[in-house]
């Protein structure tokens, strides 16, 4: 049963900083594509950032590039969020998703299996 679980979501100032979890469960972590998305509210869901691990892949959006880091922690089957200097146009639900398919599109909803319950981040000016 796979199982994704996000945390680490919260209220921020401006400026400010947060790092999101998500522990993954049910598969082979190693072998899969990681996301993480965003929807904030009347918005479609939007790509934030991703990793293959094979092969290294690493992709961002250009609205957070140089703000937020994907990794991970193989050991621990889980992927991490750091969100830097965070915007109040950052506030969403954020979500953690899987792929399990090789090559799928990475930046698109519909490369990933699965996907975690979210988490949400608010940014206050």
């Known amino acids: 049963q796979v199982q994704l679980v996000e945390s680490g979501g919260g209220l921020v100032q401006a400026g400010g900083s947060l790092r999101l979890s998500c522990a993954a469960s049910?598969?082979?972590?190693?072998?899969?594509?990681m996301g993480w998305f965003r929807q904030a509210p009347g918005k479609e869901r939007e790509f934030v950032a991703a990793f293959r691990q094979i092969g290294g892949y690493t992709t961002y959006a250009g609205s957070v590039k140089g703000r937020f880091t994907i990794s991970s922690d193989n050991a621990k089957n889980t992927v991490y969020l750091q969100m830097n200097n965070l915007k109040p146009e950052d506030t969403a639900v954020y979500y953690c998703?899987?792929?399990?398919?090789?090559?799928?599109?990475?930046?698109?909803?519909?490369?990933?299996?699965?996907w975690g319950q979210g988490t949400q981040v608010t940014v206050s000016s």
């Open positions: 049910g598969f082979t972590f190693s072998r899969a594509a």
């Open positions: 998703a899987a792929g399990l398919v090789f090559r799928a599109p990475v930046r698109e909803t519909s490369g990933y299996d699965y």
